[in-house]
């Protein structure tokens, strides 16, 4: 890019994991084919910008309202952003230049285990998955990443959890079992190992610094 002028850009992330638990899944296939070396521009239609506009603005104003986890605007959120996924989804459908799926078996482990790995999720369902055995699997993921599927798994959860601590008051037993885990006291034990503090000590220390600020 050699100039930008009068332009005015959004930004938006969300949890891949829980977006996938729903029925609209195959919406995150633009996202994937990115990955799998596909362009990362879309070119939505001039006459669609002011609707996909308009989803951002709501977006926005939800985003700002105090509330807790689960409740009514949780599920208008959610329902937001299907509509500018499958915004996203219609303009690359209408393109001539989709990427073809692919990418070899690291990358669909890895694919997968990023849509399930809030639920029970073992080495040998995506072993299953990707069509290879269980120790191919964790021998690919290893060599490529410095990181076993497990590792991935668990990267994932503590992610989620890291954003509920932070934007719920829910108790540290039901966030445990909301990113799959159904002993909280392996939860602890894990968070623990990887942040060095407990689920309710790091929440407390977060808002402590979010005071200070």
Known sequence: ???????EGWGLSFCVPCFAAGNAAALLAPIERVRDGGSAVVHVPSARHAFLEGLFRELEEIGAVPR????????????????????IDRAVSSSESRAPRGGGVVVESLRY???YCLRRLTLDEIA??????PTYVTTALTQAT???AGDWIASGRMAEARRLLLHSDEMIDVIAERVGYADATHFIRMFRRVHGATPAAWRASQAEAGRAE
Not at 1 to 7: A, K, P, T, Y
Not at 128 to 133: C, K, L, S
């Open 113 to 115: 285990i990023e849509r």
């Open 68 to 87: 807790r986890s689960g409740d009514a605007l949780d599920a208008v959120q959610r329902s937001l952003l299907t509509l500018v996924l499958a915004e």
């Open 146 to 148: 410095g990181r076993s």
């Open 1 to 7: 890019m050699l100039e930008l002028r009068g332009s």
């Open 128 to 133: 299953a998955a990707v069509g290879r055995t």
